[in-house]
């Protein structure tokens, strides 16, 4: 069964940081693309960070320079470190593991809520 857990979302102050963690069981870490996305009510939800298994970055716009991804493969976890955090990051936050360029299957974690706010 695979699952992923994201965790380490909560309430911060606009300026603060964050560090969101997504673990995952049930796949071979390594083989996958992994990707943060988030969605903000009345949203679609959209893409903010990408790792590519060889460990190759992709930001959206509205957070380069303040939100970094890493990737743990021996910890099969993936992380977002979220700096200078506004008002507009407050979104749900939810974990992709994406295995589909290699014929394998794509998978979400339940979400994390990040709320900013003074």
């Known amino acids: 069964q695979v699952q992923l857990v994201e965790s380490g979302g909560g309430l911060v102050q606009p300026g603060g940081s964050l560090r969101l963690s997504c673990s995952a069981s049930?796949?071979?870490?390594?083989?996958?693309?992994l990707g943060w996305y988030r969605q903000a009510p009345g949203k679609q939800r959209e893409l903010v960070a990408g790792i590519t298994s060889g460990g190759s970055t992709n930001y959206a716009d509205s957070v380069k320079g303040r939100f970094t991804i890493s990737r743990d493969n021996a910890k099969n976890t993936v992380y977002l470190q979220m700096n200078s955090l506004k008002s507009d990051d407050t979104a749900v936050y939810y974990c992709?593991?994406?295995?589909?360029?290699?014929?394998?299957?794509?998978?979400w974690g339940q979400g994390t809520q990040v709320t900013v706010s003074s």
């Open positions: 992709n593991a994406d295995g589909t360029v290699r014929g394998l299957l794509d998978y």
């Open positions: 049930g796949i071979v870490f390594r083989f996958y693309a």
